[in-house]
């Protein structure tokens, strides 16, 4: 199927999905492992399975539904992206990130990125949410970006500056909206680090990790925030915390999904909660 879009294919697809919705959101959220549960929030919903839009990537893995969800929250109009495809599904990084321009094009301008990731940081607990506050795309290291090749100006700048990634003004936010709902023993800020996966980090890739100044450590989102911050939109994201890298030789524990998915269920409503409050409160 198609791997690389242009600025028309784009304007079609986005144009595709508002004829057939009627909502015209400012902000997109996309929904990381076990994170789909933040849909119960929104109101007014008008849903589009990705089957639905052309040149979407479906999801093919355990808790990624694979839909847009329009409607408001907290009196936001907003789409979530209820599943996102991965590079560890054979999906180019250009594939996975067409819904992000897709997003731009219909007029969103702030997209929070939600992920579950392994904590790497040795303070950080299973359950902790982490604000990102900057990247290591450790993926783009080895030449997994969506931003390689041709660049159209239409979308953004051949060479797109990514210091304040994530917003400033945003984190502040979230963290101040962390204390007020009570939320402060387990919201952190850090930084996140991306593997194209499929397995899971070795011992040693973790220790190297950490020395990397990595907090987390996840398969997705990165690609996303790059194209996002490319088209000029401001950026949010948050980790949950949902299993610990295993960072000890001869340990016995190993890290899955079935704990991924078990943590991301236990701690939505909290991140549902903390998410409602940053949008209630977000200029938008
Ligand atoms: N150690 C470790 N723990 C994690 N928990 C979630 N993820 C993000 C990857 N999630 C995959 C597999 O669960 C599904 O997209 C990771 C990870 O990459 N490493």
Redesign the pocket.
């Known amino acids: 199927s198609k791997n690389t879009f242009t600025y028309e294919d784009v304007e079609m697809i986005a144009n595709h999905i508002l004829e057939k919705v009627k909502c015209r959101p400012k902000l997109g959220i996309i929904c990381?492992?076990g994170l789909g549960k933040l849909v119960d929030l929104v109101e007014d919903k008008e849903v589009l399975p990705y089957q639905e839009i052309p040149g979407f990537p479906v999801s093919t893995?355990p808790?990624?539904e694979g839909k847009l969800v329009f409607g408001q929250l907290r009196g936001k109009s907003v789409v979530l992206m209820q599943g996102r495809a991965?590079c560890?599904e054979g999906y180019t990084p250009q594939k996975i990130t067409l819904p992000v321009r897709t997003m731009k094009m219909m007029g969103i301008t702030t997209l929070f990125v939600t992920?579950?990731?392994?904590?790497?940081n040795k303070k950080y607990n299973i359950g902790d949410i982490m604000i990102i506050k900057d990247h290591v795309n450790l993926a783009g290291f080895a030449g997994v970006n969506p931003l390689v090749g041709v660049n159209d100006e239409k979308f953004g700048p051949r060479f797109p500056a990514m210091s304040n990634a994530y917003d400033l003004g945003l984190r502040q936010l979230a963290l101040a909206k962390a204390k007020e709902i009570g939320f402060s023993d387990f919201v952190r800020e850090g930084v996140y680090s991306?593997?194209v996966?499929?397995n899971?980090?070795t011992v040693t890739e973790?220790k190297i990790l950490s020395l990397l100044l990595v907090d987390?450590?996840?398969?997705?989102t990165i690609p996303e925030v790059l194209v996002a911050k490319h088209c000029g939109m401001r950026v949010f994201g948050m980790?949950?915390?949902?299993?610990?890298?295993?960072s000890e030789y001869d340990s016995p524990a190993h890290?899955?999904?079935q704990?991924?998915?078990e943590?991301g269920e236990r701690r939505s409503k909290d991140l549902q909660q903390l998410v409602a409050a940053i949008v209630a409160d977000l200029d938008l």
Do not use: R
């Open positions: 990381g492992s893995v808790g990624h991965h560890y992920n579950a990731a392994g904590g790497v991306m593997m996966g499929p899971f980090e973790c987390a450590t996840g398969m997705s980790s949950l915390i949902t299993n610990v890298v295993i890290a899955n999904h704990e991924v998915l943590t």
